[in-house]
T-cell receptor, first 114, second 112 residues
């Protein structure tokens, strides 16, 4: 079965430090991978996606993600965290077995400490 | 700027009421989706639609129905609201599934 996992419910990072939010996936075929962010009482906003090409994908707000096929991971990263990056982050993957619908991880809450 | 608009940000309804949640997109997308979001459970798909007048059940359709009479509008209906339907409801649309979804701002529904 296609799946995506976010192993950490919460990540705490000091402002100015680099941050990583982890995501692993299990899919058949070539993965289409996504990251979304959700601020309090708002919908999800698209950050970035990987379909093909360079393993390092750059997205909105200075975020990037590294696709690692051998480790089946797609970790979200940012070199220097801002307090305003505090939010809920969702990793997602295309499910080829379900008409290409996108399935979401359970989310990781990121706290940036001032 | 492209948009998915959900008609209400916050709603409070009584048990047994019929509730309509409206979603409109201005991107001419074929695909539309309704999710509910609960702490610790992530996003769960309720219903989706790939075309006008077409609807398919998602993972948790019980207690819900949908309507898609026009391409741009996808309505979620709670036939008889219950307290366990208190949740955040998110609408999304896409042109092609593989290229990601655009979400509305969400409706936080409280059933009392």
């Amino acid at each position: 079965a296609q799946s995506v996992a976010q192993p950490e419910d919460q990540v705490n990072v000091a402002e100015g430090n680099p941050l990583t939010v982890k995501c692993t996936y299990s899919v058949s075929g070539n993965p289409y991978l996504f990251w979304y962010v959700q601020y309090p009482n708002r919908g999800l906003q698209f950050l970035l996606k990987y379909i093909t090409g360079d393993n390092l994908v750059k997205g909105s707000y200075g975020f990037e993600a590294e696709f690692n096929k051998s480790q089946t991971s797609f970790h979200l990263k940012k070199p220097s965290a801002l307090v305003s990056d505090s939010a809920l982050y969702f990793c997602a993957v295309r499910d080829m077995n379900r008409d290409d619908k996108i399935i979401f991880g359970k989310g990781t809450r990121l706290h940036i400490l001032p | 700027d492209v948009k998915v608009t959900q008609s209400s940000r916050y709603l409070v309804k009584r048990t047994g009421e019929k509730v309509f949640l409206e979603c409109v997109q201005d991107m001419d997308h074929e695909n539309m989706f309704w999710y509910r979001q609960d702490p610790g459970l992530g996003l769960r798909l309720i219903y989706f639609s790939y075309d006008v007048k077409m609807k398919e059940k998602g993972d948790i359709p019980e207690g819900y129905s949908v309507s898609r009479e026009k391409k741009e509008r996808f309505s979620l209906i709670l036939e008889s609201a219950s307290t366990n339907q208190t949740s955040m409801y998110l609408c999304a649309s896409s042109f092609r599934q593989a290229y990601g979804y655009t979400f509305g701002s969400g409706t936080r529904l409280t059933v009392v």
